[in-house]
């Protein structure tokens, strides 16, 4: 079982070597199924989060800027929105499992970890026999890396942000051809 996590510190590019690594694979041929979480910016200032399957670009509100006596679960200054959470998010790492060569996640952190649907998919994941690429969030990382301590772990800092894709691509390539 491959499972290789990105973590690092906020804005350092942990999305940006995700999505380069997804895009080669796809180049080669090969289905990435799962989850992205892009931010929801307007006038540069971050309202909250979207959520996106990437077999289907279904997307839906992963989390969004709480309004005044707004119920539901919170992290920090947003509140998570469980509907699309289960509706897209569950339902894509459900459809990776089935369908996709590799599973790529991004990202497991605080908002994503809220709702126990999602939870229990991310870990029905990590536990699957399908390569897992997931961006884990620096807070949870090495929590995580307990559970799944056969994971390859990888820090993206601001020396090997642009190099790091050409370091994970073979190794996930490596593993997919050895299952052929």
Known sequence: MLKIFITGRPGIGKTTVF????????????????IICPEIRSG????GF?????????????????????????VGKYCVNVSDVV????????????RADVVGIDEVGPMELKVPQLKSSIYEALRSS???????????ISELAKVFSDA????VDYNNRNTL????????LDFLAKRR
Do not use: F
């Open 19 to 34: 999505m380069r690594v997804v895009t080669n694979l796809r180049s080669r041929g090969y289905v990435v199924g799962g």
């Open 44 to 47: 540069g200032r971050r309202l």
């Open 50 to 74: 979207n959520i996106v399957d990437l077999l289907t670009n279904e997307k839906g509100v992963l989390a969004y800027v709480c309004q005044e006596g707004e119920a539901g679960p919170r």
């Open 87 to 98: 509706a897209i998010g569950v339902n894509a790492i459900k459809r990776a499992l089935e």
């Open 130 to 140: 399908k390569p897992v690429l997931a961006v884990v969030h620096r807070r949870i």
């Open 152 to 155: 390859r772990v990888y820090e």
């Open 165 to 172: 894709p050409q370091v994970l691509l073979p190794i996930i």
